[in-house]
């Protein structure tokens, strides 16, 4: 079953904005993480944000996460064309070493 | 770097026949996981693994199987594979970690691409 389910599906932006991506969840959490997805390839982990954390940066990457509102967002400041990619949510649902990935927002960003 | 590796990127197979998907990780991982991934459902766990010769089903395992002979290997198995199962399939490892002080990060691999016909 999906806990996360992100928003929006897809985004298309101009090189050099802002792109913000959304992730809500359903139960609680230990940790919350993001992945990014090139086009036909695997998965590459972006960042981890834990429960009792309210905010986190890695370089241009700004995430938040609402513990109350069970959600989250990802941040990319000053985009660039090599960030069009799927990013994907994903949640350990207290479970520890599995995770529940949502559907993924597919991110254009155009030169 | 860890690395993970899965046997083929691409794989055309006729319906009923028996598939042999491997991964394999060098990280000494004990956590191997197989997932397929659609348009618009995003990745969904097949089975998972915490040691050698143990398995959980995930969320979908109907259809498949799994086999872990070597902690460094993972194999997913199409006992008689059908068109419905035409996806892209992505083999992860990682440590195993629970709690909030958990970090349980998963390496993935490049995926396999199958197609059923």
């Known amino acids: 079953s999906q806990q996360g389910e992100e928003d929006p599906q897809a985004l298309s932006i101009q090189e050099g904005e802002n792109a913000t991506m959304n992730c809500s969840y359903k139960?609680?959490?230990?940790?919350l993480q993001w992945y990014r997805q090139n086009s036909g390839r695997g998965l590459v982990h972006l960042i981890l944000i834990r429960s009792n954390e309210r905010e986190k940066h890695s370089g241009r990457l700004r995430v938040t996460l609402d513990t109350s509102k069970k959600s989250s967002s990802l941040l990319i400041t000053a985009s660039r064309a090599a960030d069009t990619a799927s990013y994907f949510c994903?949640?350990?649902?207290?479970?520890?070493?599995?995770?529940?990935f949502g559907a993924g927002t597919i991110l254009r960003v155009k030169s | 770097d860890v690395k993970v590796t899965q046997s083929s990127r691409y794989l055309v197979k006729r319906t009923g026949e028996k598939v042999f998907l491997e991964c394999v990780q060098d990280m000494d991982h004990e956590n191997m996981f197989w997932y397929r991934q659609d348009p618009g459902l995003g990745l969904r766990l097949i089975y998972f693994s915490y040691d050698v010769k143990m398995k959980e089903k995930g969320d979908i395992p109907e259809g498949y199987s799994v086999s872990r002979e070597k902690k460094e290997r993972f194999s997913l198995i199409l006992e008689s594979a059908s068109t419905n199962q035409t996806s892209m399939y992505l083999c992860?490892?990682?440590?195993?970690?629970?709690?909030?002080?958990?970090?349980?990060?998963?390496?993935f691999g490049p995926g396999t691409r199958l197609t059923v016909l």
């Open positions: 139960t609680s959490i230990n940790n």
């Open positions: 992860a490892s990682n440590y195993p970690g629970t709690g909030r002080s958990s970090y349980n990060e998963q390496f």
């Open positions: 994903a949640t350990d649902g207290g479970y520890g070493n599995k995770l529940v």
